[in-house]
């Protein structure tokens, strides 16, 4: 099937355009099903500079039709006509159009690509090249602050759908001279362009070269947005391990950016991919560094603290309950037993059905409309936890487990590491279950052994403390500013110092 449709696709672009105004115009007609296909217009206006006639095939949708107007179609209409005959008729036509940006091509496949991006394609009678205008006009929301990634102290710009909105965000931040901006293609039939982002004399060629190449190799009819090219190009696809970063802070992406990483733009998707991305990136927030140092620790602390407690509370109360009653003091360990006394069910049971419970809740109140989506969420756990402690289905101090590893578990704002965190908490608290102790001791170990020997994009993921490697020690805390001088080299970047 493949085979075949590059085949086809290797095809049309060999078709290339003539110089029969009407042979190029039925061609485009026939592979757009013209006028079966309403949103395609094409309209046939005479250059009066030449005196030949002309097409103007354009989407509607996309097009910004007021700028055609004002910029390529009066022109062309209401010019002279040219006096030197010998005067070369593509240059005359590229000096007349006031477009942003005017193109050539002669590949029919390249001119479908660009009708889809938005452009105007103009086809002059007797002409073997058409004229690709920069008359493009996507529907985006204006410039907003982060939704998922708030702070209280730094700038409240996030990335919107427009690829190029978002490209100005980062430039207006970084006005480096070395700020390379690539774009590539993928997807065999929508043809989405993705933006490559990386600061040329410290990226390392090593993981650009894999970023590029793991693009070129994605096989797909269509691409829809950054989540969906993340699973393209992720290092392992069947991990619960993310190895990319997602970010909607343009200030966040340049900071990456003056590391060595690269940066992902696609249109459609409100955010950048990060290539590539390690366990630490994922406890780090842009706050950090706009607080005072020891403000910023404090907030690592949290949450560092809260990715233990998330993971392993549940884990530990049962072990304790269950194997190692011998642990607690006695008197907690009565008041403990007197709670669960009438509870019929044993502590993994009653684990799961408050953890499972919480987690409808915490789905729930995603997807209901946002007036009332807390709301929701707050009435429904307080009447769901006193109302299953009264029905001695569950135990209060249960109830009190559950709801600081789901608190603590929303202090890692990053989806895809907070959905790890989650299954994780549920393996660690079945080890439990069956172990003890010995379990979660295990199944850690296993765990860590594994984190050990994910890369991401060529980096080890736990560097560059596992294996240890020379940075500035932004890892579980941050230094002063003018001491973290040193670029993280587990990306061994090529300018290695800060200035």
Known sequence: MRILKRKKQAAIQKKRITTDLKENVQK???????????????????????????????????TNTDKLEEHVITPLTTGQARVDNNLDETYLIKSIINSQSVETHDSLNDLLTQLNNGNTILMVDGL?????????????????????????????????????????????????????????TVGERSKNNVSILYVKDIVNEDILSKVKERIEQVEADNVQGLSLLEQYIEDR?????PTILNTERPDRAVSYLEEGHVVLLMDSSPGCLVCPATFWTFFHSPEDHNLKRHYGNFGRLIRMLAFFISIFVPA??????????????????????????????PAIIEVFFMEIAF???????????????????????LILGQAAVEATLTSPIMVIVIAITG????????????????????????S????????????????????????????????PLAPYMPS????????????????????????????
């Open 432 to 463: 439990a279950a069956l172990f003890g102790i010995f379990g979660i001791a295990i199944t850690f170990l296993g765990l860590y052994s594994y984190l050990v020997m994910v890369e991401s994009f060529g980096v080890p993921f736990l560097s």
């Open 128 to 184: 073997s090249e058409a004229f690709v205008l920069g008359t493009s006009k996507f529907a985006h929301r204006s410039i907003e602050s982060a939704q998922d990634e708030k702070v209280i102290k730094g700038p409240k710009e996030g990335f919107t759908e427009d690829v190029t909105s978002n490209i100005s965000l980062i430039r207006k931040r970084l006005r480096d001279k070395n700020l390379i901006i690539e774009s590539d």
């Open 316 to 345: 530990i109360y049962i072990s304790i309950s269950t194997y190692h009653t011998e642990m607690l003091p006695t008197d907690l360990l009565l008041a403990v037993a007197a709670t669960r006394e009438k509870v019929p069910f």
């Open 472 to 499: 500035s020690k932004d890892t579980f805390f941050r230094r002063v500013l003018s001491k973290e001088k040193l670029r993280p080299l587990n990306l061994s970047p090529k300018d290695k110092v800060r200035e």
């Open 237 to 241: 696809p069947n991990s619960l391990v």
């Open 359 to 381: 987690e409808i809740l915490r789905e729930a109140g995603v997807r209901i409309p946002s007036p009332i989506g807390p709301t929701i969420g707050i009435v429904g756990a």
């Open 28 to 62: 485009l007609e026939e592979i757009l099903l013209v006028p079966q296909n309403s949103d395609i217009a094409i309209r046939t206006i005479t250059v009066s500079q030449i005196h030949k006639k002309a097409s103007l095939v354009y989407i509607q949708s996309i």
């Open 407 to 430: 608190l603590s578990s929303f202090a890692i704002s990053d989806i895809s590491f907070n959905y790890m965190l989650r299954i994780t908490r549920f393996i660690l608290t079945l």
